[in-house]
């Protein structure tokens, strides 16, 4: 079956400009988090949905970074007057139950952001 | 502070030799030890879930071991093919905590 579709797969964009990245999670999942991945570094948890709701949105670095789930399925981050420390790859990943019952994580490819 | 280190950061083998990579975590009340393999460009793809020290899991060249400080990958024989970066995470709570990866190269 199809799996985590994110969009696009590579983003360059001048500083201080918008941005939205897209998450199609695997049908029937219910959780779906974003990652933000620098080279050498682990996976840093950005935010988590269970639904169309947000439990836990600690980890959005700055008030410039929001997201939304809608009808329990796609969910778009965008990041605001986005700023050089902002290049990463952004991952989303998906899985059918809840953090707490350790359900494997799926992972789209992500989406390769460069801000110049 | 919860925080999960894996060693070393990259390891290259030669084909059919056999190895084992390491995931040191400190972690207020484990629930789960994961381990996941990245290709380039790819996301990470699941492997292995780990809960109590003593446990094992396998799967093909690799075999997963926990005690209650670390957990190590070994991989028997590897071949060019499972070069990739390897992720160790663990749960705390509802969050996962994941580690920087190893970077394994397997030359032919």
């Known amino acids: 079956g199809a799996g985590v579709s994110q969009s696009p797969s590579n983003k360059v964009t001048e500083k201080g400009k918008d941005v939205e990245l897209r998450c199609d999670p695997i049908s029937g999942h219910t959780a779906l988090y974003w990652y933000r991945q620098s080279l050498g570094q682990g996976l840093e948890f950005l935010i988590y949905?269970?639904?169309?709701?947000?439990?836990?949105k600690s980890g959005l670095p700055s008030d410039r970074f929001s997201a939304e789930r809608t009808g329990g399925s796609v969910s778009t981050l965008t990041i605001q007057r986005t700023q050089q420390e902002d290049s990463a790859v952004y991952l989303c990943?998906?899985?059918?139950?809840?953090?707490?019952?350790?359900?494997?994580?799926?992972f789209g490819n992500g989406t390769r952001l460069t801000v110049t | 502070e919860d925080q999960v280190t894996q060693s070393p950061e990259a390891l290259r083998l030669q084909e059919g030799e056999s190895s084992s990579l390491n995931c040191s975590y400190t972690?207020?009340?484990?629930?789960?030890l994961f381990w996941y393999r990245q290709d380039p460009g790819k996301g990470p793809e699941f492997l292995f879930t780990?809960?109590?020290?003593?446990e094992e899991k396998e799967k093909e060249r690799l075999k997963a071991t926990l005690t209650k400080k670390e957990s190590f990958l070994h991989i028997t024989a590897p071949k060019p093919e499972d070069s990739a970066t390897y992720l160790c995470?663990?749960?705390?709570?509802?969050?996962?905590?994941w580690g920087a990866g190893t970077k394994l190269i397997i030359k032919p």
């Open positions: 972690v207020s009340g484990l629930r789960g």
């Open positions: 780990l809960y109590s020290a003593g």
């Open positions: 990943a998906s899985s059918l139950g809840s953090p707490g019952d350790n359900s494997p994580l799926h």
């Open positions: 949905f269970q639904g169309n709701s947000a439990p836990d």
């Open positions: 995470a663990v749960r705390s709570n509802y969050q996962l905590i």
